[in-house]
């Protein structure tokens, strides 16, 4: 595992390798490409989930991207992963990482019993409860926890109505800091005041204005039912400005379906339309109760959709019709954790639950589309590719197959034998930010430490905020 210099064709070579060596063209009149930094040599090579393509070969990786597949040249660090599987990093497409401290938080109220408690108890309780200390170690934790997993890129709902400014910039650079990759966005709502929707409007446009080299902005919205007529068109105002899409929870629940029926006399998706907020750039979470005519809509619009097996599971909202029929549909954890793995298996398994005709290869689609859906953020077509020229985002995975591997069966490997035990290295933009299960960056166990201790001032401040008031129409 340790990286070494030396000449191409030492170390353990496999007996078929790739035979093309292809390295990214530079572009005319650019200035020169960095040398190469980093080979990873003699792993199973993923280069696409979606169709899943195979080959033994070395990655050589140069600056933040792929350079060439194939044969590593001489006098480039070399990284034995033979024993391996090297394979695009994964994209949670819907995360909320200001839950990350929650793990374990004690309850003492009445249990709620529906979708709209388990938020006027719950969550809308923590988020209130966040200051800048809780939400940069909530960053830490919820990264640290993707990465070790495999997981490259966050695409991030963020709500903390008494710390809204420059909140997003705490967590940019909390994952910065790590080495992992983010989407970021503020969760506008009215549920707070008229103000705090406001600064949440503008902690978006600020955050929006400045993309930084591992992190983008999306406009980020809560849902239809605590969202005003004006609240909703200051978002797609800011989204159009800045040229980037809305991030909103759609019909997570009958609750928002009822609010818009309601207080606005139409469906949530037509709703959303009317304000402009549909579009190939938008990211619709959850979709669970959606009709027909929605279903039309979001796909004629282009809209992807984040499908969150286990929340949904969690939560008992339902199952999203759109989850294994939509066009474009990514995996999301909705705060459960970073594990893309383990929510891309719990979905395939949700998906035969529910009686879709399911094949091992439609998770791996999924998360296909996710990191396309990051690749819109960053400008980069061949984002969660293996192929010179695209972001060095990759995951080694330590797997000895028991059976035979083809690119035809690796679904089949992929949910029913891997694990993100087996993640033993991760790359983000060409730099090993996790190397043998070790962070690269930070220390791990002082994070942890701190972490607990802010956690228990999270909580006490917690138990001191009563259920959230905030209720929709029509319920
Ligand atoms: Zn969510």
Redesign the pocket.
């Known amino acids: 595992m340790s990286v070494t210099p030396g000449p191409a064709g030492t170390g353990t070579e496999p007996a078929a390798r790739a035979a093309n060596v292809e390295v990214a063209a530079r572009p005319d009149n650019g200035p020169d490409p960095p040398a190469p930094h980093l080979a990873l040599c003699g792993g199973t090579v993923v280069t696409s989930l979606d169709p899943v393509r195979l080959i033994t070969a070395d990655v050589v990786i140069a600056g933040d991207r792929i350079a060439s597949v194939g044969t590593a040249p001489a006098g480039v660090a070399r990284r034995d992963c033979s024993g391996t599987l090297v394979m695009p990093g994964n994209v949670c497409a819907?995360h909320?990482l200001y839950s990350a401290l929650s793990r374990g938080m004690p309850y003492r109220l009445e249990a709620p019993r529906n979708f709209l408690q388990i938020l006027q108890r719950i969550w809308w309780r923590l988020d209130r409860a966040l200051d800048e200390p809780a939400v940069r170690l909530s960053a830490l934790i919820g990264g640290l926890d993707a990465l070790h997993a495999g997981t490259t890129t966050v695409i991030d709902?963020h709500a903390s109505p008494n710390f809204i400014d420059g909140s997003l910039d705490v967590i940019a650079d909390a994952l910065a800091g790590l080495g992992l990759r983010s989407v970021l966005c503020y969760e506008v709502t009215d549920r707070d005041g008229m103000a705090r929707a406001a600064a949440g409007v503008a902690e978006n446009r600020r955050f929006l204005a400045r993309p930084q080299r591992l992190a983008r902005g999306m406009m980020g919205a809560h849902a239809s039912f605590t969202l005003c007529d004006d609240t909703l068109e200051a978002c797609a105002e800011a989204a159009l400005a800045a040229g980037v899409g809305v991030h909103i929870?759609v019909a997570e629940d009958g609750a928002d379906q009822q609010d818009a029926e309601a207080a606005y006399g139409m469906r949530v998706v037509e709703r959303l339309g009317r304000a402009g907020l549909l579009g190939p750039d938008a990211l619709l979470?959850h979709c669970v109760c959606v009709c027909g005519r929605e279903i039309a809509e979001i796909t004629s619009s282009g809209a992807a959709v984040a499908h969150n097996a286990r929340s949904n599971m969690n939560n008992r909202v339902g199952y999203s019709p759109l989850a294994h029929d939509g066009a474009r549909v990514a995996l999301g954890t909705?705060?459960i954790g970073g594990d893309m793995i383990t929510e891309s298996q719990v979905a395939f398994f949700r998906a035969a639950e529910a009686g879709a005709a399911t094949d091992p290869g439609w998770p791996l689609r999924r998360l296909a589309e996710g990191a396309r859906i990051a690749g819109r953020s960053f400008g980069e077509p061949l984002h969660g590719m293996i192929a010179p020229g695209a972001p060095a985002d990759l995951t080694v995975l330590s797997y000895l197959p028991p059976a035979p591997l083809t690119g035809e069966n690796l679904p089949g490997h992929w949910v029913f034998g891997l694990s993100s035990r087996q993640v033993r290295d991760v790359i983000v933009a060409g730099e090993l930010v996790i190397a043998g299960r070790h962070s690269a960056r930070v220390d791990e166990a002082e994070i942890a430490q701190q972490a607990a201790g802010e956690a228990r001032r999270l909580w006490a401040r917690l138990d001191e905020i009563p259920p959230h008031p905030f209720t929709p129409k029509g319920g």
């Open positions: 819907h909320h709902h929870h979470a909705d705060g």
